[in-house]
């Protein structure tokens, strides 16, 4: 597919929502003034690129931004700081405008009478559960239909680096070749928000700074997302 | 009042661990500055000084106006150096934090108290025209150690700048375009820099601290000092103790940095020189 740049407002063609899904940046309402057809029109709200994928049912149809601003969405993995608690919940920090709810019911085996424990500071990873913009965004760290935490709850030890909402989406793609470049050189845990953070850990502190150098260069530019330039660059900071 | 969040607590674990270990999360060594990249804009006396991610703009402009009746022979030098939202979330409009007045009056003490530039050489006619010089100041982005940034962009600005030829017959000023008259450049005195550590509990101090690194650190010292080896301002506000015996290598240390800092400016000046055409004829 050609790569087209849409801007906010512009109108787009798609065909009928029954065979796409819509994802952030695009909006639909329906025609109004005109009783001849009842179907609906697609506006962009974002300036990006148009990105599709076919999926298994239904094609997916999304824009594509260079944002640094993260806006919660539901079902967004995210990385939060918890910068308060209260009586039955904490505050996290998500990086959106508004601080999100952490329910403390909302982890793996927790009951009223045991629940975790969780201080100020402490870096957690979670699932955007709601999010509207009129509310408070409400993040969760289990999976409410397992009822276990599934890699989410509290990150210990490692570091956090910030890079761009784009990067963060793209290394969630399975064939994007940056993790498979360090992993090729490095053992290391890794978990991604979309909002802009990630959480790293490897066995050393020198191992983890490696890593956290070909990432802000990735970010940043100035490396090119190559296996060899990868694997060059990771030797050149390990040594 | 915006401020910022503290970072995570394995932020800090981490930082301090790898400070341990004499590493630093952009892989420079404890006593190591970022790259200092300046770059002079159409306008003489325009520079942007960037250290990695902090970003400061300089511009020198001057006026004509009257001395003071009890320094009739002394010129003036104005720095302006409001930080704006701009730079970072933490700061905001019409409202100065603490961070801000420390930045603020430390370069008010490295620019104007230590007499970088000749004031006196300022005087067009005594008691009556003397040049003003304004230096505003723009925090483009904040990333850790405004203040070095800062008078560093000063410096190479005040530097880079020209003021107009003048010429005095009897009472008259005929002040010459620069197509006219080649612009005659400042007369300065030396050329004092800041450069700034950070200190954590137990470990050897840190030069050029990033962001994180400030907001982590239990304390920081700023020195201003010139090529001459001479110590202009030293200033620590608050933060752990330090002994006698410590001062005196980190500012060996500092001594060493300025001169290749007044080296990178001096060459940059240089670069511009050789392709900003100044000269009439």
Sequence with gaps: ??????????????????????????????????????????????????????????????????????????????????????????????????????????????????????????????????????????????DPSTGKSEGFGELKEGLMVECSLQLCRQLLKPKYPLLLALASQVKFEIAIGLNGRIWLKASSVGETIALKRVIAGVNEGKVKVEKDEIVKLVKEYLA | MPRDIDPPTIQRDFVLKALSEGKRLDGRLPLEMREIELEFGAELGCCQCRLGKTAVLAQVTATIVKPRDDRPYEGFLLINSEISPMASTAYENGRSSEDELLITRMLEKSIRRTEAVDREALCIIAGDKVWQLRLTLHFLSDSGNLLDCASLASMAALRHFRKPEIEVIGDEVIIHSPEERAPVPLSMHHVPLCVTFAYFENLPPILDPTHLEESLCTGTLSITLNAQREICVLSKAGGSALAASEMMGVIRVGVDRVRQMVATVDKALEKDRSIRVIEVR
């Design chain 1, 1 to 142: 597919m050609s790569q087209t740049i849409v801007l906010p407002g512009d109108r787009l063609y798609l065909p009928e929502s029954s065979f796409v899904t819509l994802g952030p940046g695009i909006a639909s309402s329906s025609r109004s003034g005109n009783s001849t057809s009842d179907s609906l029109i697609f506006i962009a709200t974002k300036l990006g690129v148009l990105s599709s994928v076919k999926g298994k049912e239904k094609a997916r149809i999304w824009v594509e931004t260079r944002s640094k601003r993260y806006i919660p969405a539901q079902k967004d993995l995210v990385i939060g700081t918890i910068i308060a608690r209260h009586a039955d919940g904490y505050r996290v920090d998500i990086g959106s405008a508004q601080m999100a709810q952490l329910d403390a019911l909302a982890f793996e085996s927790a009951t009223k009478r045991s629940k975790p424990n969780l201080k100020i500071g402490t870096l957690v990873y979670g699932r955007v559960t709601l999010a509207n913009r009129d509310m408070d965004p409400e993040i969760e760290c289990f």
